[in-house]
């Protein structure tokens, strides 16, 4: 038999230009990521997609694109379930391979392929397991001019705006081609492409400056002095962990020896009088049951001594053998007042789906040895004077309709308490912290994080990051923000309109380009194939 020749499994260039484009997408997120480059990596892709002929090449560079993207961008997951990383970044970045094989081809590819990439990233913010809406293209852009586009549409119409600015640059539009490829074959300029970049630029300047909801509006409220409490502590610990770690403390006679006792010991250091509210990370408390535990009489000692209600995340036991995971106000009196239970919950994190299934296969599902009861209630909880806060747990913020529901609520700020002590390095802290940004310009209202062992900071309604603290450090951090109660468009609207509305472009630009696109513009591999009888190109039928 003779042997393969090693030049039969060479990938392509173009091949090579999907990978890179996807890294260079993954190298635009947090924490090591630069905004720009997004951009770059989409327009790099484009040049592989645009020189893919069949089907199956389609799907392949769509697919290459995604993964170099997403296993990046997805590392936190490894410290959740290394398996589950594995199956859900090849199966997001088939949803993308998908895109690359639906949309449409020729000059109307610069409309379809944003918006056919775009419904496979607002798929994947929803589905499965009720979605896993990190490493996305909106999050890298969270530190960028662009994310006030999110005032007018949320991540769906910013994750649009950054793949149609992408493919633009080197889709069909004037000049812009010859200065990208360089491959001297000459573009002819095209409307598709003009026009898509100039639809983008539109929502930026014009509408988004006017879709925060303050034109015309004279705001009033009250200002509000909050205190963000974190305890610190170690990284990448798991609850197993903290009950082994908090035994062997205790028998060596430590008395600061759980999450809990760190907190409880930063909060001792807040002046009486000098906050409106203190806020505890997620889950702090473990309990049974928090009305009749010590854990509650020591945190109303504390309310009581600084004269300001404490917002605590606890978590309870239920009768089926699960847990609640609740964010509470306990007020100056040591009243429970007001209670939110968590609705989104982490899947391999706070439940484990398909647990019999991947238990015979032997998967560690005792990594999450109990499932998590999804919460019903609305995302707010309300001071004792009548304040409203909407409210997001942890993975919450990472859905923007978590907190355009509080906000719907009356929510007059947002605050985010989330733990995230399981993950080493700060790949998914820093995402959440630009999440949190987005959040914050999205409903033109401050978010206060709060966590156990990083980050915790405040995030004003523009989106900047003030007083954010260093992983595993013990810090109070303390600020003055601002109530609002205007509404963005974003809020009023919701993501449903404008998935809707990509689809109906998709739909129209794969019509377009199936009826009436000039096959004298296509392209074989990035080189013109002149049509018989004709001095213009032609891309061969498949």
Known sequence: MPRPRLSSFTPSRSALKAVGGGLLVAAALPPWGFWPLAFVGIAVYETSAEAAVTGRQRLARGWLFGAAWLFPGMCWMWFLTAPGYLVAAAMFAGFHAVAAWAAPRGPWRVIGRPVAHTLAEALRFCFPFGGVPLASLAIGQAAGPFATVVRVGGVVLLTWF????????????????????????????????????????????????????????????????????????????????NADDERACRQAGGTVCTPFDRTLQATTGIEAGSVDLVVWPENIVDVDVFAISVELSLIAEQAQRIGAPIAVGITEETADDRFTNAQVIVTTDGDVTSRY??????????YMPLRGLLHALGAPTDLVPRDAVAGEGPAVLELPDGTKLATVISWEVFFGGRANEGVEAGGQLIINPTNGSSYTLTVLQSQQVASSRLRAIEQHRWVVQASPTGFSAFISPDGDV????????????????????????????????????????FMFATWRSASGADPSHRRFRGRSVPTPGTDQPQFPAE
């Not at 491959?183 to 639809?199: L, M």
């Not at 239970?341 to 706070?350: A, I």
């Not at 450090?473 to 993501?495: F, K, N």
């Open 341 to 350: 239970e968590k609705v989104r919950r982490v899947p391999f994190g706070e």
């Open 466 to 505: 003030f007083q954010r603290t260093s992983v595993s450090e013990q810090e109070v951090i303390t600020r003055t923000i601002s109530l609002h109660d205007v509404r963005t468009w974003y809020s009023h609207t919701g993501d449903l309109p404008w998935v809707a509305l990509m689809l109906l472009v």
């Open 162 to 241: 950054v793949f149609q600015i992408g493919f633009a640059l080197t889709g069909p539009a004037p000049v812009v081609p010859q200065l990208a490829r360089k491959r001297g074959v000459t573009a002819k300029g095209e409307w598709h492409g003009v026009s898509g970049f100039a639809v983008a630029l539109l929502i930026w300047l014009v509408v988004a400056p006017l879709a925060d909801g303050t034109v015309g509006t004279d705001e009033k409220l009250a200002s509000l002095r909050v205190a963000a409490v974190q305890g610190g502590g170690p990284q990448g610990t798991h609850a197993v962990d």
